[in-house]
């Protein structure tokens, strides 16, 4: 009698019985940006134009591997080397933030040669005839953790608001995450809205959503961090910006030095709380006292009010 034949599925897709299952150990998540990034999986990143989206994870991704940190608080104890893909701004403004935050952290010409930073500059491209290019570049360099930036530049004029737009794209971008742990920045919609613009289909490939918005507090840029994971937990942060002065041939101009973690209450929880403590100011007072947009305030009015009527 000959043997049952192997089946044409992959050994990883067996089902598990749940008894298998029951009886297994608990594993934590395999992270590589502790409480941001496990290995395997994907984290989507929007906010509006120049939200410092690009900035702030240039800055994450240097300190990842200088100092084994993410913005001075989320561990990266594991990282060796980090590969950022930028498909938007020009070499010449990418490089110079590098050289800023290299400087932030105290790091010099020739002491770098074993730093696994590495930043590719690629400009546009279609990720869909691309696709091959992209893993080739991603499985040469090895590295532990991937920034995209961003979505828009490899989209060669799909709709990404249409499914049918966006099935291709979403499914490299899925196989990329089990590749590398993988970090995809975007833009948000203009109304207000904190999420990442396009398809919400999209939001379902990755295992952490975070939205960022910019600030101005006392002179100094802030930017509140919203987010959530499938894992149940919630992020709610502010990063601050340190910036410096630099003198180029006579002309003073201010460079980006680093981006670190402050922790401050939820820009929803300030927000609401103003709407209850002053129900008479109108909306732009409360933007500003906020530090947010007009339209985000309008947005909380409503959960404000119901709050007030269960008071």
């Known amino acids: 009698m000959s043997d049952k034949p192997a089946p044409s599925y992959p050994a990883s897709w067996r089902p598990s019985l749940l008894n298998e299952i029951l009886h297994r150990a608990y594993e934590p998540p395999p992270w590589i940006l502790e409480d ?112 995209l930036s961003t979505l828009q530049g490899l989209l060669r004029g799909r709709d990404w608001k249409e499914q049918k737009d966006m099935s291709d794209v979403n499914a490299i971008l899925v196989q990329l995450q089990r590749i590398v742990p993988l970090v995809v920045l975007t833009h948000s919609p203009r109304d207000g809205q904190r999420r990442a613009a396009g398809t919400i289909t999209q939001d379902a490939n990755y295992l952490t959503l975070m939205h960022l918005e910019k600030s101005v507090r006392n002179g100094q840029t802030i930017i509140n961090v919203e987010g959530d994971s499938k894992m149940g937990s919630e992020l709610n942060f502010d990063l601050r910006i340190e910036v410096a002065e630099v003198n180029d041939a006579g002309k003073m101009r ?41 339209s985000y305030v309008r947005t909380l009015k409503k959960e404000a009010k119901l709050k007030r009527d269960l008071m």
């Not at 990842?64 to 989320?74: D, I, L, N, Q, R």
């Not at 074993?114 to 400009?123: E, M, P, Q």
């Open 254 to 294: 201010t460079q980006v030095r680093s981006v670190n973690y402050e922790y401050q209450a939820s820009k929803r929880e300030l927000v609401i709380d103003a709407l209850l403590q002053h129900q008479t100011a109108d909306t732009s007072a409360i933007a500003l006292m906020c530090g947010c947009s007009e």
């Open 36 to 147: 941001l990034l496990p290995h395997g999986a994907g984290l989507l990143c929007s906010g509006l134009p120049h939200s410092t989206k690009s900035l702030s994870w240039l800055a994450a991704a240097i300190e990842s591997v200088a100092k084994h940190t993410v913005w001075g608080k989320f561990s990266a104890a594991g990282v060796k080397r980090v590969l950022y893909i930028e498909t938007e701004d020009p070499r010449w403004l990418v490089e110079d933030r590098a050289r800023g935050i290299a400087q932030g952290f105290g790091l010099k010409p020739g002491e770098l040669e074993n730093l696994g930073f590495g930043l590719a500059v690629t400009g546009p491209f279609d990720i869909t005839t691309h696709q091959v290019a992209l893993l080739e570049l991603v499985k040469d360099f090895k590295p532990d953790w991937a920034v």
